[in-house]
Protein backbone atom coordinates (compact mmCIF):
# COMPACT_ATOMS: atom_id res chain seq x y z
CA UNK A 1 0.00 0.00 0.00
CA UNK A 2 1.54 3.16 -1.18
CA UNK A 3 1.85 6.06 0.75
CA UNK A 4 3.21 8.64 3.66
CA UNK A 5 3.44 7.20 7.31
CA UNK A 6 3.84 9.99 9.99
CA UNK A 7 4.59 8.69 13.40
CA UNK A 8 3.45 9.24 16.34
CA UNK A 9 0.25 10.53 15.87
CA UNK A 10 0.14 12.05 19.33
CA UNK A 11 3.23 13.31 21.11
CA UNK A 12 3.45 15.08 24.22
CA UNK A 13 6.48 17.11 25.54
CA UNK A 14 7.53 19.24 28.61
CA UNK A 15 8.99 22.40 27.79
CA UNK A 16 12.80 22.37 27.00
CA UNK A 17 12.71 18.66 25.63
CA UNK A 18 13.39 17.93 21.92
CA UNK A 19 11.14 15.48 20.19
CA UNK A 20 11.52 13.76 16.51
CA UNK A 21 8.74 13.54 14.21
CA UNK A 22 9.26 10.70 12.03
CA UNK A 23 8.21 10.87 7.95
CA UNK A 24 8.51 7.40 5.54
CA UNK A 25 7.22 7.05 1.96
CA UNK A 26 6.92 4.47 -0.30
CA UNK A 27 5.96 6.29 -3.52
CA UNK A 28 9.25 6.71 -4.61
CA UNK A 29 9.20 10.50 -4.80
CA UNK A 30 12.01 12.83 -5.11
CA UNK A 31 11.13 15.54 -2.74
CA UNK A 32 9.22 15.94 0.76
CA UNK A 33 7.98 18.89 2.95
CA UNK A 34 7.33 19.49 6.48
CA UNK A 35 4.03 22.04 7.10
CA UNK A 36 2.46 23.38 10.26
CA UNK A 37 -1.32 23.46 10.99
CA UNK A 38 -2.38 26.25 13.32
CA UNK A 39 -6.46 27.04 13.27
CA UNK A 40 -6.86 29.75 10.99
CA UNK A 41 -3.13 29.83 9.51
CA UNK A 42 -3.12 27.33 6.87
CA UNK A 43 -0.22 25.32 6.00
CA UNK A 44 2.81 27.05 6.00
CA UNK A 45 6.09 25.26 5.41
CA UNK A 46 9.09 24.42 7.76
CA UNK A 47 11.43 22.35 5.57
CA UNK A 48 11.41 20.95 2.28
CA UNK A 49 14.37 18.31 0.74
CA UNK A 50 14.40 18.07 -3.13
CA UNK A 51 16.90 15.40 -3.20
CA UNK A 52 18.34 13.07 -0.70
CA UNK A 53 21.32 14.93 1.61
CA UNK A 54 19.99 18.33 0.67
CA UNK A 55 17.24 20.88 2.41
CA UNK A 56 16.34 24.60 2.25
CA UNK A 57 14.39 26.32 4.70
CA UNK A 58 10.15 27.26 4.82
CA UNK A 59 8.98 29.95 5.68
CA UNK A 60 9.23 28.99 9.58
CA UNK A 61 12.36 27.10 9.73
CA UNK A 62 13.12 28.95 13.58
CA UNK A 63 13.51 26.01 15.90
CA UNK A 64 13.09 23.00 14.00
CA UNK A 65 16.13 20.85 12.40
CA UNK A 66 15.90 18.09 9.21
CA UNK A 67 18.19 15.82 7.75
CA UNK A 68 17.51 13.72 5.03
CA UNK A 69 20.13 10.69 4.95
CA UNK A 70 17.43 8.31 2.74
CA UNK A 71 15.36 9.14 0.07
CA UNK A 72 12.04 7.51 2.20
CA UNK A 73 12.85 9.33 4.90
CA UNK A 74 12.64 13.20 6.02
CA UNK A 75 11.95 13.38 10.03
CA UNK A 76 11.55 16.56 12.12
CA UNK A 77 13.15 17.95 15.27
CA UNK A 78 10.84 20.10 17.11
CA UNK A 79 13.48 22.02 19.18
CA UNK A 80 13.53 23.74 22.65
CA UNK A 81 13.82 26.59 20.54
CA UNK A 82 10.87 26.45 19.19
CA UNK A 83 8.67 29.30 21.24
CA UNK A 84 5.29 27.79 20.19
CA UNK A 85 5.71 24.35 19.51
CA UNK A 86 1.75 22.85 19.93
CA UNK A 87 0.35 22.28 16.82
CA UNK A 88 -0.40 19.93 13.74
CA UNK A 89 2.35 18.79 11.54
CA UNK A 90 2.01 17.36 8.21
CA UNK A 91 4.77 15.42 5.85
CA UNK A 92 4.32 16.20 2.36
CA UNK A 93 5.95 14.33 -0.90
CA UNK A 94 5.78 14.84 -4.28
CA UNK A 95 7.13 13.91 -7.82
CA UNK A 96 10.11 16.32 -7.56
CA UNK A 97 10.13 20.25 -7.04
CA UNK A 98 8.19 20.37 -10.09
CA UNK A 99 5.57 23.42 -10.73
CA UNK A 100 2.69 21.14 -11.47
CA UNK A 101 3.27 18.75 -9.12
CA UNK A 102 0.64 17.07 -6.72
CA UNK A 103 1.36 16.90 -2.81
CA UNK A 104 0.61 13.97 -0.89
CA UNK A 105 0.15 14.09 2.98
CA UNK A 106 0.71 12.13 6.05
CA UNK A 107 -2.01 11.79 8.43
CA UNK A 108 0.15 14.43 10.56
CA UNK A 109 1.35 14.50 13.92
CA UNK A 110 -0.38 16.54 16.74
CA UNK A 111 2.31 17.82 19.11
CA UNK A 112 1.41 19.28 22.55
CA UNK A 113 4.06 20.92 24.52
CA UNK A 114 3.10 20.80 28.58
CA UNK B 1 7.20 36.29 -0.02
CA UNK B 2 4.08 35.56 -2.12
CA UNK B 3 0.91 35.76 -0.31
CA UNK B 4 -2.51 34.17 -0.84
CA UNK B 5 -5.86 35.54 0.75
CA UNK B 6 -9.00 32.93 1.13
CA UNK B 7 -12.25 34.14 1.82
CA UNK B 8 -14.67 33.05 3.52
CA UNK B 9 -12.90 31.67 6.54
CA UNK B 10 -16.40 29.59 7.15
CA UNK B 11 -19.87 29.00 5.11
CA UNK B 12 -22.96 27.03 5.52
CA UNK B 13 -24.97 26.20 3.04
CA UNK B 14 -27.77 23.96 2.89
CA UNK B 15 -27.47 21.00 0.81
CA UNK B 16 -28.04 21.43 -2.75
CA UNK B 17 -26.98 25.16 -3.05
CA UNK B 18 -23.79 26.50 -4.41
CA UNK B 19 -20.74 27.10 -2.32
CA UNK B 20 -17.73 29.67 -4.10
CA UNK B 21 -14.26 30.33 -2.20
CA UNK B 22 -12.24 33.38 -3.30
CA UNK B 23 -8.56 33.47 -3.19
CA UNK B 24 -6.62 36.35 -4.34
CA UNK B 25 -2.35 37.19 -4.92
CA UNK B 26 0.06 39.45 -5.73
CA UNK B 27 2.33 38.00 -7.83
CA UNK B 28 1.96 38.11 -11.24
CA UNK B 29 4.56 35.01 -12.24
CA UNK B 30 2.28 32.19 -9.72
CA UNK B 31 1.25 29.81 -12.39
CA UNK B 32 -0.33 26.66 -10.91
CA UNK B 33 -3.01 27.06 -8.53
CA UNK B 34 -4.72 23.94 -6.70
CA UNK B 35 -7.13 23.04 -4.51
CA UNK B 36 -6.73 20.79 -1.41
CA UNK B 37 -9.75 19.74 0.50
CA UNK B 38 -9.40 18.23 4.21
CA UNK B 39 -11.78 16.20 5.78
CA UNK B 40 -12.32 16.63 9.65
CA UNK B 41 -9.42 14.20 10.72
CA UNK B 42 -7.73 13.01 7.68
CA UNK B 43 -4.77 14.37 5.48
CA UNK B 44 -5.56 17.23 2.33
CA UNK B 45 -6.13 15.81 -0.63
CA UNK B 46 -5.97 17.55 -4.10
CA UNK B 47 -9.20 17.61 -6.08
CA UNK B 48 -8.48 20.63 -8.59
CA UNK B 49 -6.10 22.74 -10.25
CA UNK B 50 -6.24 24.56 -12.94
CA UNK B 51 -2.68 26.06 -14.72
CA UNK B 52 -2.25 29.90 -15.63
CA UNK B 53 -3.09 29.37 -19.50
CA UNK B 54 -6.41 28.16 -18.93
CA UNK B 55 -9.42 30.35 -17.31
CA UNK B 56 -11.31 27.66 -15.78
CA UNK B 57 -11.80 23.57 -15.74
CA UNK B 58 -14.46 21.27 -13.98
CA UNK B 59 -14.92 17.89 -13.33
CA UNK B 60 -17.89 16.79 -11.81
CA UNK B 61 -20.21 19.30 -9.24
CA UNK B 62 -16.18 21.36 -8.86
CA UNK B 63 -15.31 24.03 -10.73
CA UNK B 64 -12.00 26.39 -10.95
CA UNK B 65 -11.98 29.58 -12.48
CA UNK B 66 -9.39 31.69 -13.03
CA UNK B 67 -8.56 35.50 -13.64
CA UNK B 68 -5.03 36.72 -14.08
CA UNK B 69 -6.03 40.17 -14.71
CA UNK B 70 -7.81 40.78 -11.19
CA UNK B 71 -5.32 37.74 -9.58
CA UNK B 72 -8.41 36.03 -7.96
CA UNK B 73 -8.89 32.11 -8.61
CA UNK B 74 -12.44 30.58 -7.02
CA UNK B 75 -13.45 27.31 -6.33
CA UNK B 76 -17.26 26.80 -7.13
CA UNK B 77 -18.80 23.64 -5.33
CA UNK B 78 -22.38 22.99 -7.25
CA UNK B 79 -25.18 20.88 -5.93
CA UNK B 80 -23.30 20.79 -2.38
CA UNK B 81 -23.66 17.44 -0.44
CA UNK B 82 -23.19 17.10 3.25
CA UNK B 83 -20.04 14.35 2.40
CA UNK B 84 -18.60 18.13 0.66
CA UNK B 85 -18.34 19.43 4.35
CA UNK B 86 -14.36 20.07 4.74
CA UNK B 87 -11.99 22.46 5.09
CA UNK B 88 -10.64 23.51 1.91
CA UNK B 89 -7.41 25.18 1.05
CA UNK B 90 -6.20 27.11 -2.21
CA UNK B 91 -2.82 27.16 -2.94
CA UNK B 92 -0.55 28.80 -5.50
CA UNK B 93 2.91 27.88 -6.74
CA UNK B 94 4.89 31.42 -6.71
CA UNK B 95 8.62 31.86 -6.48
CA UNK B 96 11.33 29.09 -5.86
CA UNK B 97 8.12 26.66 -7.14
CA UNK B 98 7.04 26.42 -3.58
CA UNK B 99 3.11 25.55 -2.60
CA UNK B 100 2.04 28.78 -0.81
CA UNK B 101 -1.54 27.86 0.91
CA UNK B 102 -4.54 30.06 2.19
CA UNK B 103 -5.56 30.06 5.43
CA UNK B 104 -8.93 27.60 4.94
CA UNK B 105 -12.08 27.46 4.32
CA UNK B 106 -14.65 25.91 6.44
CA UNK B 107 -17.65 24.61 4.80
CA UNK B 108 -20.43 22.79 6.26
CA UNK B 109 -23.54 21.47 4.22
CA UNK B 110 -26.48 20.91 6.44
CA UNK B 111 -29.06 18.39 4.92
Known amino acids: DGGITQSPKYLFRKEGQNVTLSCEQNLNHDAMYWYRQDPGQGLRLIYY???????QKGDIAEGYSVSREKKESFPLTVTSAQKNPTAFYLCASSIGLVVFGELFFGEGSRLTVL | GENVEQHPSTLSVQEGDSAVIKCTYSDSASNYFPWYKQELGKRPQLIIDIRSNVGEKKDQRIAVTLNKTAKHFSLHITETQPEDSAVYFC??????????FGTGTRLLVSP
Open chain 1, 49 to 55: SQIVNDF
Open chain 2, 91 to 100: ALRGGFQKLV
